[in-house]
């Protein structure tokens, strides 16, 4: 089943959209749910429990910060940094929250209990609210999963058999979105047009997309106007400013020279912003959010189509990316937790590989090759973050991985699109990769960098 561009790119905030974004809207969710039910007002207490990746590194990402905001009701699409932080001081404050916005409770981050070694049925982010009336009598129980990119599904979704709609636009695998783009004559960017056409008039998509690619861009100049420490024990230092104010310096005329450099930057930037807890776009996730507004930095400032029309480049490529994306939410996971970074930072760089090729004149099928290239030599790439915190070694993956998502590109459209290894094989191997994949090497912060640099040791 084809899923729309406007769900694997959407607004939130940081650090992550798994542990961040998706259990604030799990919590927002079950507010919304009590009030259908009629039982808003008869709420007395709430119980939070969170399972698996959550719990194990759910300090590290905020998820507790975040669950209690959107039991008060925000979303991560709408909610205010400042707003955010003054919520969460008045929290920690009075050890109470306003469920819903206007009814406290009692409630604080540390009542809220943590299962690290219980991983439930369906996915390893997994979480369960309970609400309660006078007496402590359960009034409503939900489980919900977090699975990546800020989705949720609660454990009776996770069951339900999705049929994929009648549409002669919509394709689950590669090699159906290519029969499509033979049949019909167009590129890949067009395929996923006429998929959104069919419930968005085209302003509407073309709109929503420079939105979104306005929000990739106000988060790098966020990005690269701050410095200092970026939150957690690692005290990780900011770079993208100092490494803004030299490159500018050194490249006044943005000559193709310096191409990579600024690439390295965007991605820096905006992962920098999003490990502070910022505004971001979840690109399928945060934590590799930076992979696509780098390389779409490099198709706007430095091919051809790019400089002529980057209004028109940044709708294409957004489109082509997500085709992709679509592909790996469907086939395989986009999910750190389920099947470790190359469900992140690997659809990602894959997916931005699609979108530069179109941009640079690929035909369909060399922009299948270059998203397979990238995600080949992404496979079997850990999650591993220092202190459950998405800055080390997340920050400086994004930069490497639209690197290579650049060189995809570049060596597909050196070819025929003729190859041997399909983007459909790579995307099985790479959730058959993820399934095999030890659990510590899957976002608990149990293996890998997590154990083997000390935390006191670090430096940046």
């Known amino acids: 089943m084809t899923i729309s561009v406007f769900d694997l790119f959407s607004v939130g905030v940081g650090p992550s959209s798994s542990h961040t974004v998706g259990p604030m809207r799990a919590a927002a969710r079950f507010v ?35 669950v209690l905001l959107g039991l008060e009701g925000y979303r991560p699409e709408t909610i205010e940094t400042e707003e ?52 402590n009598v359960e009034i ?21 058999h999705r049929p994929t709609p009648a549409s002669g636009s919509s394709f689950g695998s590669a090699k159906e979105l290519l029969d499509i783009c033979a049949r019909h004559g167009c590129r890949v960017s067009q395929v996923m047009l006429e998929f959104e056409s069919e419930t968005r008039a085209a302003a509407e998509i073309r709109d929503r997309l420079l939105h979104i690619r306005d929000v990739m ?39 193709p020279a310096f191409a990579e450099d600024w690439v390295n930057l965007v991605a820096l930037a905006v992962n920098e912003e999003n490990a502070s807890g910022g505004r971001i776009v979840t690109a399928p996730t945060n934590g590799a959010a930076g992979i696509i507004p780098a390389v779409l930095h490099y198709a ?39 099947v470790g970074c190359q469900g992140e930072v690997g659809s990602a760089a894959s997916m931005a590989a699609a979108g ?16 397979e290239i990238a995600m080949e030599h992404s496979l079997g790439l850990t999650c591993d973050p220092i202190e459950g915190l998405v800055q080390i070694p997340c920050i400086e993956r994004n ?22 290894v399909s983007l459909d094989q790579v995307i099985e191997t ?31």
Not at 438 to 459: F, I, R
């Open 430 to 460: 790479m959730r058959s990769t993820g399934a095999d994949m030890l659990s510590k090497y899957k976002e608990t912060s149990t293996g890998g960098l997590a154990v083997n640099v000390p935390v006191s040791y670090v430096e940046c």
């Open 84 to 135: 955010m932080e003054q919520r969460l001081e008045a929290m920690r404050t009075t050890r109470r929250i306003a469920l819903g916005g206007s009814h406290h409770i009692a409630l604080a981050e540390d009542e809220i209990v943590l299962h690290p070694l219980t991983i439930l049925p369906f996915h390893p982010n997994g979480m369960t609210v309970t609400a309660y009336a006078a007496g």
């Open 399 to 420: 930069a490497i991985s639209a690197g290579k998502a650049i060189n995809a590109a570049r060596m597909a459209l050196r070819g025929d699109g003729t190859h041997r």
């Open 217 to 255: 861009v106000e988060c790098e100049r966020r990005g690269i106007s701050r410095d200092g420490l970026l939150p957690g024990a690692l005290r990780v230092r900011r770079r993208a400013r100092d490494w803004y104010l030299r490159l500018d310096q050194e490249d006044p005329h943005r000559d």
């Open 300 to 338: 706007v400032h430095y091919t051809p189509a790019g400089r002529a029309d980057p209004d028109e480049t940044a709708v294409r490529f957004l489109l082509a990316a997500g085709a992709v994306g679509s592909l790996y939410k469907e086939r395989a996971s986009i999910s750190g937790a389920e």
């Open 140 to 160: 409503h129980r939900e489980t919900y999963f977090s699975i990546g990119g800020g989705f949720v599904v609660t454990e009776a979704e996770s069951t339900e």
């Open 32 to 66: 919304s749910d009590l009030h259908t039910l009629g039982a808003f007002e008869d709420v007395t207490g709430v119980r939070v429990d969170l399972y698996g990746s959550l719990a194990a590194t759910g300090a590290g990402h905020g998820t507790m910060s975040a």
């Open 356 to 371: 530069l090729a179109e941009i640079l004149g690929g035909t369909p099928e060399q922009v299948e090759n270059a998203a």
